[in-house]
Each structure stands twice: as C-alpha cells, then as structure tokens.
C-alpha cells in the first residue's frame, strides 16, 4: 500500500461492532470469538498481541494445545473474511497483529459527537474477555480521542505540578470531532509534559471563550472545501492578542492526522508560555533544553544538561528526570563523551527514579520504557508499560517511537517499519520529527528497504545537522548504492567527530552504538576511499 492511500477496511469499534470495506460491504465474522480477537487487536498498543495472551483472554478454559488450535481457526476465518485484504492481518509464532495501514480502526463517535457503546452486541462468552471488556469500556467511557461538546477535560488528565505558578489554557472548538479530538490531544499532551492548567472546553461555533482567567485560549475550527478539511488553530494572549496561528488542509482528515495537528498546537502552546510575564521558570528552561536536546549537538547537549539538572535540583520534578535519562541515552549513542559506561548507569538510575516518582504520566512512561530497549533492557519488563502508555496517549511521538524499538527487540520488523511510519506522520514538523526520522530509518534498514531507510536518514540530517545517527546510516546507504560523493563527505564530517570512523569499525566493534546497521548487508561493504 503505497503512502496516501486510505485503508479499504474499516473495524468499527464505537456502536455495533462491524468489519466492512470502504464500500459498505458487511465483511463482520460469524462467530464471536473471532470477533473478541478483533477487539483485543484493535485495542491493543500497536494493535499487537502474544498469541498465548490472546489465548487466555478468548479461551481461558481450554488447555494450550486446545486454545492455540481455536486461536489458528479464528485466524483463519479472519483471512478468509479480509479476502484480498488479508495481509491487514500479520501473525507468526509468537504474536498477532493488525496492519493499519491496510485496515482502519474506528474509535469515534457517532453522528452527534456523542459516545457509543463500545463494541456493542460483542458477546464472547468467555470470563477473561469479558473481564477486559469491562475494564475497557470504564477506560474509555469518553472515546478515547474525541470529547463530548462543551465537555471538561480536567477531571480526566493528569494531576499537575502542586506549588508552583502553571499557565492557565483555555480551550475552544466548533464542535466537529477533528476539532475536538485536536483539542483533547493538546490538552492532554499540555498536561503530561508541561502540568498547565486546562480550565475548560467551549464547543460549537458560536462558543464564547472559556470563563474565568486564562493566560493563553486554544481556539480550534475547521471548514470544508470541496472534498478536503481545512483546520484553523490559533493561540491568543489574555489580552486578546494573536501569538500563533496556523492552518492544515486535510485531504483525509483521519486520525494520525488530527493527532499530529494537536502535536503542533502542544508545541504552539509551550512557546507561547515561555513569554508570559510570570512564567514558571523551571517551565521555561526545561523546555529550552529539549529544544537545545533534539540539536543532538555535542555542545548543545551539554547546556540542556546543565539546564535539565537545575530544574530537577529546584523542584525535584519527575518529566525532567526523564528527560535527563534521555539525555543519556542520546550521549551514548552520538558517543559525545568519552565515559560511556558512566552515562549508561546514570540513564538506567534517571529512569527508575523517574518511574519510582511518577509512574503514571504516559508521556514520561514512554521515554523510560524506550531508554530501556535502546540500553538492551529486559523486554518483558517495559512491554506492557510502553503499550499502556501508547493507549492512553494516542499522539505520542515517543510513544509511538518506543512501541517502534519493541517491535524490533521482539523481532517483528513488519510491525516495527509500519509504527515506525505512524510515528513520522505524528511526528509533523515539530522538534521529534528527527528522531521519529531515524528509528524509521532503523526499521527500514531492517526489512531491506533501503531506499526508504535513505529518505529517512537524510530528512534527519537535515533536520538536525549535527545528529551522527543519521549521518553514520546515511553514509553506509550511500556507499551501499555506491553514492560516493556523498559518502566522502559524510565520512569526512563523521571523521571529525569520531575520529576512526568507518564501517570496519562498526563491524568490529560490538558496543559501537550501531547494532541495526551492524547485523545488515550494509556495513560490510568497504569504505570509499579518498576522491
């Protein structure tokens, strides 16, 4: 499927549940346990599952050998239902998944923005089903990306930094779900990763703003023209004044698409706060050093260090502890230091102390869990918390990226190339884009898609220059496609930085951060010589 195509198989989750293609034809399975493993799928992180965990939610009564014979039939019959669709259905030995970019999963609303039932008629009469089930539907009693009109977002988002001075967001939209579920995203991600105070929702388009003081308004619309949406996000001042604003055309307005329009109005929000009068200065450096982080320059790192370690000296808050972590990890991979094993336990003690603190903001669980894998962490020890943090916070870039890297470490490069595209489209134009770039990159290198992986490492490079990751694959796809110029500029500046540099290195050096393009066909060809 080629990218911008739109999915011909939509599984409706909100209301009766359906399985029908994009020309309304009802493709559902008969029997309802193969409509229970659906769900399980496309409620999943990465709408991906172990087989034997699919097996004691579907048939809990049955003994292994039982349930994987009944588990092999109801894959069965959902290939026979997708008929030419069925590589939206991937498994193997050890996992099942869904392929969303050959079928959609539909978590809206219906016609009036108000909540469905979720998979209403479902009745798979097994204990541990309807267990999950019931856990579900309390968990997403509010579709899990688009609120109600009018609907306030405080009770439902993360508590926010006690004792210190935080930004009060007002938030307004004209009542359509692509707005509303903009808005819910913002208004999540502000919380998580900035702890602002999110005094409300105003919807439909005659909506006033929302009472009481705030020091910034969201304001989110949407009008159509022919067949495309156009959205209109803007961010204004107490003072009436327009401080950022935007439009995004959307010829599909799916979801990966309103996720990443609320990434952008996140980071709108965040560079807005830092002028106020008043802003909460661990605010304003903390986000700076991210900034100054996703340079991924040697010298730049070392001021978000400095940055970060003053915030978490001053307030002792979690978000920065993990976000030194990451630091680490970056240090480690970019090797900018010279003691590598030092920034390894600091990484690993960050993380844990972060997760000990505060082991609920999504956001922040998201980065521990991918530190670990990067660090070649205990699989089973970070892969339900990486999945959970992907479900509560759908537009995570670092939730998406990590649900990336597990898919690798568990050796589902199908999986992890097609997350890792995911991720990318959320990602947009904001300071992850780099970093979703490379792991994408990682996963196209993996499946043998080197094309693709030079795409992705050359949007990085341009993004952030001074980023060895990109650069290191980069020149190993050059010379692959015997691209020689280039490639003696890149080994020229990689020389600089890493004096030594070379494929022989990767190759012969196991801790050299670079196990991707180590285990491919790409660092065994030999270096370019001089020109």
Known sequence: MKDGDVARVVLN????????????????????????????????????????????????????????????????EVRKCLGPDRAALISDRRFVAL???????????????????LFEGLDVRDPEFESWLARERQRLGTPPVAVSAGARLVDALP???QG????????????SDLCRTVVHMAAQNLTEVGGFEIVGTAGGRSAAAPQGATDLILDVTSLREDHAVVAMMTVTGSDGRIV???????????????????????????????DLDGCDPALRMRERAIDELFTFDAARLRVADGLLTAVHD????????????????????????????TLRDEARAFATQAAERDGRNPSMIALIGQIELFLGGVIEDVDDLIRSASQRNAS???????????????????????????AVELAGESRYAQWAHMVACLT?????????????????????????????????????????????????????????????????????PAATLRASPLAHNRDVGPG
Not at 36 to 56: C, D, P
Not at 164 to 169: G, I, L, N, Q
Request: with cysteine; charged share 25%.
């Open 13 to 76: 989750c909100r209301g009766p549940f359906g399985l029908v293609r994009a020309d309304g034809t009802d493709i559902t399975p008969r029997n309802m346990k193969t409509c229970g493993l659906l769900a399980l799928l496309a409620l999943s992180g990465g709408h991906r599952r172990a087989r034997r965990w699919l097996e004691t939610r579907l048939w809990s009564d049955r003994d292994q050998a039982q349930a994987n014979g009944s588990l092999r039939q109801a894959l069965s």
């Open 99 to 117: 392929d969303t970019t050959l079928i959609a999963i539909d978590l809206g609303s219906d016609g009036d923005g108000d909540p469905m039932p």
């Open 159 to 161: 508590p926010r930094p």
């Open 164 to 175: 210190r001075r935080v930004a009060r967001v007002g938030i307004r939209h004209d009542g």
């Open 244 to 274: 950022w604003s935007t439009s995004r055309l959307f010829n599909t307005p799916g979801l990966n698409n309103a996720l990443s329009a609320g990434n952008e109005a996140t980071e709108a929000v965040l560079r807005a706060a830092r």
């Open 314 to 341: 001053q307030t002792s808050d979690p978000i920065a502890l993990a976000w030194l972590a990451f630091l680490r990890l970056v240090m480690v991979n970019e090797r900018t230091e010279s003691d590598l094993d």
């Open 396 to 422: 995570s870039v670092m939730a998406r990226t990590a649900l990336t890297t597990l898919a690798m470490r568990q050796g589902d490069v199908r999986m992890a190339q097609n997350l890792s595209r995911a």
């Open 444 to 512: 196209d290198i993996s499946v043998g898609d080197f094309d693709r992986a030079t795409r992705n490492a050359a949007r990085a490079h341009r993004l952030a220059p001074a980023f060895r990751m990109p650069m290191r694959h980069l020149y190993a796809l050059d010379v692959h496609a015997n691209r020689h110029d280039r490639a003696r500029k890149l080994l020229g500046d990689l020389q600089r930085q890493t004096p030594g540099f070379s494929l022989q290195m990767i190759r012969q050096t196991p801790e050299f």
